[in-house]
């Protein structure tokens, strides 16, 4: 199962109007060795729309579709110093740590951080 926070769905939507020029186009999610892509583009023959009632934003293919009915993952976007990010995560496992943080990078954004100040 997918869970998209009404948030995230909200920003999802924006976020296609502002990057398509095309009606046709939908938000894609799929994923490959390094985890879950989202991309612009046309609905494809076998999609599934994922996500709440309110929220079902996202096109997956059936094996994506397939395989998110075994686990459960969260579409939500997280405040940080650099402005609103999306993150997808396990339901069971909540927000990881360095989606929260101020900085993003995972420290309590003290004077020991570990990322040089831009």
């Known amino acids: 199962m997918l869970v998209v926070t009404d948030r995230a769905g909200q920003e999802l939507r924006e976020?296609?109007?502002?990057n398509s020029t095309e009606p046709k186009h939908v938000l894609r999610?799929?994923?490959?060795?390094?985890?879950?892509?989202?991309?612009?583009?046309?609905?494809?023959?076998?999609?599934?729309?994922?996500?709440?009632e309110e929220t079902a934003v996202l096109h997956a293919s059936p094996q994506l579709s397939e395989a998110l009915e075994r686990i459960s993952m969260v579409v939500d976007c997280v405040d940080t110093n650099e402005g609103l990010r999306l993150v997808i995560y396990r339901e069971e496992e909540g927000v990881p740590e360095e989606c929260s943080s101020e900085c993003g990078c995972g420290c309590e954004c003290d004077s020991d951080c570990h990322l040089p100040k831009e």
Do not use: H, K, P, R
């Open 29 to 52: 999610i799929d994923c490959n060795v390094q985890g879950f892509i989202m991309c612009i583009g046309e609905e494809m023959e076998g999609d599934v729309l994922v996500g709440s």
């Open 15 to 18: 976020l296609l109007v502002a």
